[in-house]
């Protein structure tokens, strides 16, 4: 794999005609192991003269924020440095020239922003449901299962088993374990073909790491924030609302909040993430679990705007449906409210109508009477729906997943509790993974302490 990584760094430096195999904007792991491993077997299968490189569809200073892709491709000896990333290649100069074909994996829909690229799209491999209306008219292979980078297994099974080496074998197997939560049939996200392939590779690599050893591993990686600033913690797991101009973000920090608020420079900090992204509101929910393997769910409000800041913190605070049972935790600045949560099943999802609710009622208290919305000290963006972040990651759409399944859900993961594939495969996220975590160590904690008496 790194001769071939090398070689697709040095197909860039040539002026010549490119196949790259795309991944989506979330880029998490299944998404760069699809488009590794995919173009790395079209590379082996192909006339020498057609190129195909690999394409991580993120900036290269965002792959931090995606623990377990970081600590899987140093466990498998693949450097980071031979990767190529959206920043680095001119997709659309490429078009322009007619040098340009499209191979998407993991998604089979292009944002606005590369709409031109469209006709350049010769192949789709992707295991979510279609949107037709979305689909580039090409050959579009797509099969609900647990995992894309089965998909790109099953091909490379069927056409060229002689190409595996236990390096790409081991990035395909670790990734279809996490995606389907270690094959657990009870969780019910491993489709059969993802079991099957998975045994397959064992099979051909009996040396493969143990199931639970490289599940175990890697869920630890996507959660560690250990090595991240402040600035990338908050954009590791963000959602965005506005409401009449009034841009809030709501980021997912995965540590205590009395952690998060010690550390150094904090309100510089959130000040420059407010700029940098144009938001006149931040909205921090920390999670992290206790000793006993319960979650614990704190929030830190920084907005600069006192009169924003305190209908926020109003409409919070008075919540009976639901109820956050919030109690004010000790002041570090005037213009960031801390609480701790007692009630700790209301998870991200839940707490968004709040704080749309809370942008509402601000926005309606400053009407004029001419009906217009005064908007001078906030932000003139105007969304009015719920965007991912950079950091949404794991799995990743983190920019086209949503938090949780839209309801009514399917069990294809450990989130729901209706019949299998009936809506087709969900959307996950750290944060909804840590909420069913939450609830299945609760359940065997109920279990074992019935069974005692």
Same mark, same amino acid.
């Given at each position: ?10 197909? #860039? ?33 192909? &006339?020498? &003269? ?153 099979? #051909? ?88 393997? &319960? ?90 729906? &719920? #965007? ?66």
């Amino acid at each position: 794999m790194e001769d071939y990584l090398q070689g697709c760094r040095a197909a #860039l430096q040539e002026s010549r005609p490119l196949h790259v195999v795309l991944g989506n904007e979330a880029c998490d792991l299944d998404s760069m192991v699809s488009a590794l491993t995919l173009a790395f077997y079209l590379a082996k299968t192909t &006339e020498a &003269e057609e190129v195909f490189v690999p394409v991580l569809n993120i900036k290269r200073s965002e792959l931090p924020l995606r623990g377990d892709s970081v600590f899987f491709l140093q466990k498998i000896h693949i450097p980071e440095s031979l990767l190529i990333f959206r920043d680095e290649i001119d997709l659309h100069a490429l078009h322009q020239a007619g040098q340009l074909t499209l191979i998407l994996v993991d998604h089979h829909a292009l944002p606005r922003s590369d709409a031109a690229l469209e006709e350049a799209v010769a192949e789709v491999i992707d295991h979510r449901p279609i949107e037709q209306k979305c689909c580039p008219p090409c050959h579009v292979s797509v099969e609900l299962v647990g995992s894309c980078a089965t998909l790109v297994t099953e091909r490379i099974l069927q056409g060229a088993p002689e190409i595996l080496d236990r390096q790409t074998a081991a990035l395909l197997h670790g990734t279809i374990i996490l995606d389907c939560v270690n094959m657990d049939l009870k969780i019910g996200k491993a489709t059969l073909k993802d079991k099957n392939c998975v045994e397959k590779l064992e099979a #051909l690599f009996p040396d493969l790491p143990e199931r639970s050893d490289i599940f175990d591993s890697l869920q630890k990686a996507k959660f560690d924030v250990s090595g991240l600033t402040t600035e990338q913690m908050l954009r590791k797991d963000q959602k965005t609302i506005s409401r009449q101009g009034i841009k809030m973000v709501i980021s997912a920090i995965y540590m205590d909040l009395e952690a998060f608020l010690q550390r150094s420079g904090l309100i510089a900090d959130l000040r420059a993430f407010c700029q940098a992204h144009s938001c006149d509101v931040l909205v921090a929910m920390t999670i992290f679990f206790n000793t006993h393997n &319960e979650p614990v769910r704190h929030l830190a409000i920084f907005c600069p705007h006192a009169a924003l800041r305190m209908t926020i913190c109003g409409v919070l605070e008075r919540s009976s449906s639901p109820s956050l049972n919030l109690t004010p935790a000790p002041s570090i600045h005037p213009n960031l409210q801390a609480y701790l949560q007692g009630n700790t099943q209301i998870f991200r999802k839940k707490l968004l109508p709040l704080l749309q609710e809370a942008l509402s009622a601000y926005s309606d208290s400053k009407a004029t009477p001419s009906g217009q919305h005064e908007t001078a000290g906030v932000s003139g963006e105007q969304v009015d729906k &719920e #965007l991912d972040g950079a950091g949404a990651l794991l799995f990743p759409r983190l920019s086209q997943d949503e938090e949780e399944p839209s309801l009514p859900p399917t069990p294809m993961n450990s989130l729901v509790d209706e019949c299998p594939l009936d809506q087709g495969l969900p959307k996950l996220s750290a944060e909804a993974i840590f909420e069913k975590c939450s609830q299945i160590s609760l359940s065997q904690s109920t279990t074992s302490s019935v069974s005692k008496k």
